[in-house]
């Protein structure tokens, strides 16, 4: 009797701090709110402001995932496992870069949660907008269901553009000119260089 | 024994999850390889040098050109500037509304161009939008050929103008002809009198715009590694979208 409530204990334990489907919503609507607090403080520097909302968001992406999915099946066999290393920590980088010069940007605008979707039984998307005076930016979240985290993000589509697929596209475009060492390097953002 | 059981859950368990990464992985992968074999391109090499040559324009000279602009003009008057130009593009709204059937907007923006011309002072102020809640409904031919059925065709980058395609730069030619702001010899209304002139004006309204919206493309450009694919994404799934309503 003992060993079984042992086994189930453990089993059920790694579900415990996993996010549930109700818990999505709300969750990230405590976070977002969170965070435009943080924003509208003028004392910090964007800088400052977007290492907080980090610590906040972190927990809700697969970033290791995204950076998989931005290389693509076929490339990332063909690295060893200390590319691989490098690769992930220069896309993390580039990822949050990319973030706090979206962030520059914020004028007061309000972000409005609109729904959680299923679209099977572990994926989801989380609509959600960005309202300025004239404009509404639309911005999903896609969530797949982790067995040890719960909900997390793999995609984010702004304006019906994929961050993921965008990626993508870049990245194999640099890689049709480049060895994979040139591209860790090149992977550093703002490179005009790049173009050609 | 219970010591054993707990090394095998525990051992099975760290070997389940690193390989279910690499699964998990595999069945994102469906989602994305589509999209990315519909890319017909046949002038990438020209698109992405025009990218180069665009980004250095606004980087070296437009750019800093809208900000020394933007600091001796106050937000109040650029806005207006804006309004002044965008009102005078009523004559490309309101044909294009009309040639896709939308008769609402297109008396909506008659509407918009009376009040905002003359209580809004030749369109200074956009006081039909403001006050009145009546807003604009942006239209022009790359639109109405959308909206008829023409899809978009290849993707040309212009100069100084940036991403278009095939069906919208054909549209921009012809909407040069209503535009009162572009000098057409022989036409009844022309806001300047020559080919200079208009060009001038036409600079003007590149610069105030450029005012606004530097800061946008700045971002754009450091989120990104390479730049030309983002643009061309961008750029296409906004006319899709704004063809659809």
Redesign the interface.
Same mark, same amino acid.
């Given at each position: 009797m003992k060993k079984i409530i042992i086994v189930l204990l453990l089993i059920f334990s790694t579900s415990l701090f996993a996010m549930q489907s109700d818990d999505v919503k709300s969750s990230m609507d405590t976070k977002i709110h969170k965070a435009l607090q943080i924003l509208k403080n003028k004392q910090e520097t964007t800088e400052e402001k977007a290492q907080k909302i980090f610590k906040i968001f972190d927990e809700m992406f697969d970033y290791n995932l995204m950076a998989r999915l931005s290389l693509g099946k076929r490339e990332w066999m063909n690295i060893d496992n200390d590319q691989r290393k490098k690769y992930v920590d220069n896309f993390i980088k580039l990822l949050k870069e990319s973030f706090i010069e979206k962030l520059k940007l914020y004028n007061d605008q309000k972000i409005k949660i609109e729904d959680f979707l299923k679209t099977r039984s572990s994926r989801a998307i989380l609509k959600t907008s960005i309202v300025d005076k004239k404009d509404k930016t639309e911005v999903d979240y896609k969530f797949y269901r982790s067995k040890k985290r719960g909900w997390i993000i793999y995609d984010v589509i702004v304006a019906g553009v994929s961050i993921i697929q965008s990626y993508r596209k870049q990245f194999a475009d640099l890689l049709q000119n480049n060895d994979f060492e040139e591209f860790l390097k090149r992977m550093k953002y703002s490179s005009a260089d790049n173009n050609a | 024994m219970?010591f054993f059981?707990?090394i095998l859950?525990f051992v099975s368990?760290i070997f389940a999850?690193s390989n /279910?990464?690499d699964d998990?992985?595999?069945s994102?992968?469906s989602e994305?390889t589509q999209?990315?074999k519909q890319d017909f391109d046949p002038l990438s090499g020209y698109n +992405?040098f025009m990218? +180069?040559v665009n980004?250095?324009f606004y980087t070296h000279i437009l750019f800093p050109v809208a900000k020394g602009y933007k600091k001796i003009v106050p937000k109040g008057a650029r806005t207006s500037v804006s309004n002044f130009f965008h009102n005078l593009f009523f004559p490309v709204r309101f044909v294009n509304n009309l040639l896709q059937l939308k008769f609402k907007n297109s008396f909506e923006e008659l509407e918009r161009f009376v009040i905002n011309s003359t209580v809004g002072v030749a369109g200074l102020f956009d006081v039909a939008g403001s006050k009145m809640k009546i807003y604009p409904h942006n239209e022009d031919l790359g639109q109405t050929l959308g909206f008829y059925g023409l899809g978009g065709g290849f993707h040309i980058v212009l100069p100084i103008l940036g991403p278009s395609n095939l069906r919208d730069t054909v549209g921009l030619v012809g909407d040069w002809y209503l535009d009162p702001k572009i000098y057409v010899e022989d036409r009844g209304y022309n806001l300047t009198d020559n080919d200079t002139e208009s060009f001038g004006v036409s600079s003007f309204n590149v610069i105030n715009r450029a005012s606004f919206d530097y800061?946008?493309y700045?971002?754009i450009?450091?989120? +990104? /590694? /390479?730049?030309?694919?983002?643009l061309k994404?961008?750029y296409e799934?906004?006319r899709?979208?704004l063809i659809k309503e």
């Open positions: - | 219970k059981l707990s859950v368990v999850a /279910v990464q998990i992985a595999d994102f992968d994305y999209e990315v +992405n990218t +180069n980004d250095k800061k946008k700045e971002a450009k450091k989120g +990104n /590694v /390479v730049l030309y694919p983002v994404d961008l799934k906004h899709d979208k």
